[in-house]
């Protein structure tokens, strides 16, 4: 995104709800791997998400009230360490380059910090999220107490400035949802790409290497998540990210896979026969999961609850396992006991946007939150069934999961990740010609 008028009104609208008062919002540190190695910097979804800027050591400082300001705070210029570590923009180029009021050192902050704090009555800031934030900030309300007698006062309140945050940042606007829709179709396509590359003798991490080539060709920085490449039992552990086990005719392979592009993620699951067909029992569980996700499908749309496309899809899959001999009993009953959750034991979605599990409350007022258009969310029914004496042998390790991210329209939704096949035919025919 290279509009910075939309950052812009971004931070206009925190601060008009935020009534009067300071932000303080750090961007994420830089993370040591081993001792001088870094792991790639990932700039901090909130404070991006308000000024577009991506370097290390940087500080959004946001005043609120009769004359709003945006303060950046950011390392200075140093040719020096811009041979070794590359560009930095400095102060004085950020502050034209990315439409703050002012730009200051980050050197600067803690002499600054106090002086912004002053005669404020809030002060909006994370509390909690980084013990040593926590206390530096701390540290500033402080000094600014120590002024009290001659007439400065601190912040009387501190708030948690992701709440509003939050908000915003659950419903997408158009310039999110073009990225997150240019996301979908790479992901998409790396996910047609693994297709092809399966057969049996292959190893899980040669699978992963297809998805992470076609993410990085098509432009995408890094996975949006760990890729989880699970064949056989490996697909039955929810978080397998080990990906090293060898593909085995007969197994089914779950690959839970999207990118990050510019700063919002993907997230797609599909399930696909190692040997290139399904058998009986694989197709079986395959049906019943599609048929999940499309009841699941068939409940978003504005005005319907979060818990709508779960519930969906929980009924669809717990008459399914009655009807497989895995369970027991009428659909209520296994629903009303939770028996269904010994084969499907997670939710049916979560929200999607700069984080792969993104921000927003599912709940607002003990209620389950109305649907509406902008927000996106993904849907992922699944089943996994692990060896078991009481499981028929034939149903043994098959663990299978179908997940697609939707955006909530006007009048429905919009699926983005329609790009990877996902009907049992459309999958074999691709295996067989790829």
Known sequence: MTDMTVYAQRRARLAAIMGRGVAVIPTAPERVRNRDAHYPYRYDSYFHYLTGFDEPEAVLVLVAGGSPQSILLCRDKDPEREVWDGYRHGPAAARERFGVDEAYSVRELDARGPQWLADQPALFFAIGADAAWDARVLGWLNAVRGHSRAGVAAPSEIRDVRVALDEMRLVKGPEELAVMRRAAEISGGAHIRAMKAVRPGRWEHEIEAELLHEFRRHGAQAPAYTPIVAGGAHACVLHY????????????????????????????????????????????????????????????????????????????????????????????????????????????????????????????????????????????????????????????????????????????????????????????ALMRDG
């Open 241 to 428: 990210v080990a990906n090293n086990g060898a593909l085995q005719d007969g197994d089914c392979l779950l690959i839970d896979a999207g990118c990050e592009l510019d700063g919002y993620a993907s997230d797609i699951t599909r399930t696909l026969p190692v040997s290139g067909r399904f058998n009986a029992a694989q197709g079986d569980v395959y049906a019943m999961v599609l048929a999940a996700q499309a009841a699941a499908m068939g409940e978003i749309r504005p005005g319907n609850g979060w818990d709508a496309p779960h519930q969906a899809a929980v009924r669809v899959i717990a008459q399914g396992l009655i009807d497989l001999g895995l369970l027991r009993g009428t659909r209520d009953g296994v629903i009303e006991s939770g028996e269904y959750k010994r084969f499907y034991m997670h939710r049916t979605g979560h929200w999607l946007g700069r984080d792969v599990h993104d921000v927003g409350d599912y709940k607002v007022g003990g209620q389950w939150r109305e649907l509406v258009p902008g927000m996106v969310l993904t849907v992922e029914p699944g089943c996994y069934i692990a060896a078991a004496p009481d499981v028929p042998e034939a149903f043994w390790n098959i663990g299978i999961r179908i997940e697609d991210d939707v955006v909530v329209t006007p009048t429905a939704h919009e699926v983005l990740t329609h790009q990877a096949p996902k009907r049992a035919s459309e999958i074999e």
